[in-house]
């Protein structure tokens, strides 16, 4: 592992003390630093929106972690992004309740009224829409997130005030 | 033993196994996938399934793996059942579903595990009709080729990489249905290991580069078993040769020394013979200093001219075989024959010889390391100098895993559940060198000295270890560590150049020997065959230095580069006081311009060869093609140079056979080297040993441009081998023989088990080779004077040696892929001391005549300067040298090597 941090370019990306101070609160608690992976992705995460390659460098090495371990932690969770994101991520539910419940429209609606398909964000950088399997409300299926707010039985008349003023919304 | 029966038969088996490998065993068909007879079980590909049934009223049995089911005591199961069978083809079709249909053109196709296993399985039509995904691939790297589309998600390259060889820049990517085997970012596989991922996948995700770029199919390669020329551990080599060219090297398995695995130095470290500048003619230097091509007549005329009755030397060397090497030793007489090694090497090898037989340790073979569950190493970053035993080592630590396993009754193969319960436990390993090693990963301690004080670190941890009180930690911890264990062993070698600490690493062993355990000690070699060589002249060695005084009128110069031993003004210097100079090799090494007779020997794929590895193991290689031109291997070459002498004593021998048995005289050790492979007149089943698969395409219209008329075939007078695919290939033909593996339905090199009567065993026809050293008796060495202390000096750095895997020895660095993994020499040094001279990482900085870019290297001892041994720009450095740096002020960094085929990859 040695060599993977000393291969690193000299000028590499550090992360800010704001992060590194979270992350070091995180540590705190564990029996070692690459314990705190998933919550350190979160943290860089919740500064940035999303997980650059150079971020992701600086915190494997900060994680006395090697790169490709961190890797595959990242791309194993689909809400880590490791690709620019909107200021809010769209997610609209598509598994079995909410596909029975009219996903397709709700998805529809909001591609006619953002003009992006699933994985791209608007041109003003405000949303990203992605697809995501379940969301943990079935029962008020269909369902839909917008960054934090989580909204339930959506219907497609809702969508434009949903993305406009979060009308609705529940507690996530 | 457990009785367990079968599709309705019963069957006596090893208890302990699991039902996959037992069914293997018992010769039965049954696909997998992730099972690997070397990482266990995991049960993920789901592809070995079977029907078990509880006893014999149970009627309707369940599915389970047999990779993950242990052998029990009337067991009963069903392998060929429909309900088994049905289920293993679904695994198939559905792994099918994404697997492109690129057979024709994938490097892996015709020695696919996922292609038989698919025509094993029964499945042929696939019903699916959606889309395959698509990946994109990555630049792995000048020596692997990655095609992403075609992973079959077995887990196998992760688990070998990572968990086996304890490599970190590959992993699972993502998740669900699209993971994905690659590295964070595009970029070389630092594994030294990386290589042997072409092996372990079942298909065609990691191919061999230079293979993907030069192809041919395995049934359409000539291959013979050969031995690995990279270094001192004799891993068995399979060369897979067509048109003249070697494609590629592939592991030939032994289960004492390399088992399935070999390091990338080894496998693709071969290529030189096509990539460097060969000698195709024997030629002579003209009085314009020009060489001229000579006929076989002239060659004839010139070597009389040249030789007869004159007084002769010879210089050997440790990369040809000991036949060649012997020859020479008799044709010039021993007191004028030089191993090929400046006197140092020459006797730090005979005292490592003299420890290694003289010792109550035992020599350890690579099976015999693994079992350690305790380790020293002295000296030596082992994955540089020795990668295969730093493999082993690897190996070795998780002894103590399998221990605890053991207490809970969780069988060896249980792979997941052992790495599971063990996490970071592991057998002790100490590593103490002169900075860090690619083992610190998985080492218990770590103990960066210079050369002298590793020496002093080794007499006190002896002394310990003999009952003398100690108040260093150091010496406590690993003398505490290595006597809690059963089976220490303690690893050093010459590449300290440290005779003291030879005495040291031999001091440790005995003690231990001495305190009941039974102890192992083990010395790495730098060359193949460095310790045949050391055999050779372990009565008689001329020194350069008295070859320069012997009053010979003839050098005659073996496959030996001089130039990477003695500077060009020592070789200037020899050449003056000899006057013709005779220089035989496959190389056109720099040596060459120095001869007024230059005789192109064959290459390592063009001969007969013995070489004495480090355990001191003597093993065959065999040509696996004709030298072609007027290459001739060495020792043929040794014979005509007798004839030309009339050395009434040589000119008899006529065959490769003859000549260990005829030269060796009384000297049983060297006679054992005849132990190592059949002779040429052994027959299997009344035949010879075939080296082409019998589906060979013998017609082929390359040549056709030149001749429509099938070429003869050759013959092979000097073995039992024969450049055919006709003769008997049985799968108990001895594992020296053992020219390529293949059983009907396994094309792949998963066909191994086959020839193995246990899996992970030896091969039905023995491990091949013959140990040497266990007949030897040597005088015992007066022991080094112990060095001083280390101290630094004002102005002055020590100099440590540093090997790379890649550029430090002197073959591997011809080979294109190998080249640009070498790259430059640096310079190492402490940070405080790379601050006092004022210089920064990637600064120029001059010593002795040569410029070296720095690296700052917080694991180098201060004041002490670490630099790259073997490469051409620090080959005047020597260990242990003091000297003055400085900064080099109008250096510029030299251009890298570049990447020979980016662009093909992407």
Redesign the interface.
Known sequence: MSEQLHSLPAETLTLSDAELAEIDAEIAHAPYRAAVAIDALKIVQAHRRWVSDDCLEALAAYLEMPPAELEGIATFYNLIFRQPVGEKVILVCNSVSCWIKGCEGIRAAVTEHLGIEPGQTTSDGRFTLLPITCLGACDRAPVMMVGDNKFEDVTVERIPAILEQDEGATPG | MPVIRVDGQDYEVEAGGNLLETCLELGMDLPYFCWHPAMGSIGACRQCAVVQYQNEEDTRGRIVMACMTPVTEGAIIDLTGDRAAAFRRTVVESLMVDHPHDCPVCAEGGECHLQDMTVMTGHRDRHYRGTKKTYRNQYLGPLIHHEMNRCITCYRCTRFYRDYAGG????????HDHV?FG???EGTL?SPFAGDLVEVCPTGVFTDKSLVHDYTRKWDLQSAPSVCTGCGVGCNTLPGERYGRLKRIHNRYNDEVNGYFLCDRGRFGGNHVNDAPRIDYPARREADGRFRALDQAACQAQLADCIAGKRLAGIGSPRAGLEANLLLQRLVGAERFNSGMDDGEHKLLQRSLSHLVNSAARNPSHRDIESADAVLVLGEDLTQVAARTALALRQSVRNEAYRLAAELKLAPWQDAAIRNLAQDRRSPLHIVSAG?T?L??VAAGHYRLVADDQARLAAQIAAAIDGEPSGDAAVLRIRDDLLAAQRPLVISGASAGSAALLDGAAAIANALARAGREAMLSFTTPECNSLGQALLCRDSHASFESLEASGAEVLIILENDLLRRLSPERVEALRERIPIWIGIDSLETGTLAYCDLVLPAAAFTETEASFVSQEGRAQRAFPVHPPAEARRPGWQWLLALARAAGNTALVALEHFDDIVPTLAGEDPVLQGVMRAAPDHQFRSRGLKIPRQPHRYSGRTAMAADVSVHEPRLSEDRDSALAYSMEGSAAADRPAALLSYVWSPGWNSNQSLHKFQADIGGALRGDSGGARLLDELTMPAVAEAPRPEAFRRRDGQWLLQGRHHLFGSDELSRLSAGPAERAGRAHLYLHPNDAQSLGLA?GDGVTLEGCALELRI?A?QVPGSAGYAVGYPETLALRSGQWVPLSVASDWQRPPQVIGSDREAAS
């Open positions: 970190t820049d590959l992993a699972a990517l993502a998740a994905y590295r964070h970012r630092e860090s690619d610190d990963d990482e290297d694991s």
